[in-house]
């Protein structure tokens, strides 16, 4: 009985070190991996489906644009869904995190500059409060009826002023990443400047990557 109990014993021994140096090693292996996707969900950056990053401008890289830490992170959310999309053509919006984030500030503004005792030490000039006010007011309305459609051909959004911009793939040069809220894409045929955290923003970022790649190589056959 004696050296069956220390059969048994040595057997479960054995096994639960098995067991043990089976996970060390897939922890070791998984490890790398793990780290990566929890610095990447940590990060206010958008990669795109096949895993790029969107090159920064000068000042992005510079962080002349400041940094938005969790609040790029919150504004993140919702990137990586599909968009609505109906007869071909994708429509982006922000994403709910952007979307609370500018209807939260909006309050926080307000008592700043009317109620809290230091408001009007803020902005000393005449009406300045107001001026910056009605400011926030319309980056609010900017950003809630924001939208940018694209489709097979091209792309088609509006500017500060709510003008209709339209630009073809065929003529995109470069698509970068100013570090803030913002994308840049530089076409033949001038620039564009987008919200960058909208919904479906993985997929729209994977077909411009493709195009301005497929441009380049085009220009330069």
């Known amino acids: 009985m004696d050296l069956f ?28 991996a793990l780290l990566e996707k929890v610095k990447e969900a940590q990060s206010a950056d958008i990669l795109d489906r096949k895993g790029r990053r969107t090159e920064k401008t000068a000042g992005g890289k510079m962080g002349l ?10 504004a993140k959310a919702g990137t990586q869904a599909q968009a609505p999309t109906s007869l071909g053509t994708s429509v982006l ?5 952007l979307r609370m984030i500018s209807i939260l500030l909006t309050p926080v503004a307000v008592y700043l500059l009317f ?25 609010l309305i900017y950003i ?25 793939w065929g003529d995109l040069i470069s698509v970068k990443d100013r570090g803030t809220y913002e994308q840049v894409l530089k076409f033949e045929t001038g620039k564009m400047t987008m919200q960058k955290y909208l919904v479906g923003m993985a ?19």
């Open 5 to 32: 109990a220390n059969s048994f014993v040595i057997g479960v021994a054995a096994l639960l070190g098995g067991i043990i140096l089976g996970a060390v090693i897939c922890l070791a292996t998984l490890l790398p």
């Open 65 to 74: 644009g400041g940094k938005l830490g969790n609040v790029g992170v919150i």
């Open 93 to 97: 919006r922000p994403t709910i995190g």
């Open 115 to 139: 109620f809290h005792p230091m408001g009007p030490e803020m902005i000393p000039f005449p009406y300045g409060r107001e001026v910056v006010m009605a400011i926030l007011i319309y980056a």
């Open 144 to 168: 809630q009826t924001y939208e940018v459609r694209y489709d097979r051909d091209g792309i088609v959004t509006r500017d500060g002023f709510f003008r209709r911009k339209e630009f073809k």
């Open 203 to 221: 997929d729209f970022l994977t077909l411009a990557h493709d195009h301005s790649e497929r441009n380049k190589q085009l220009s330069h056959a």
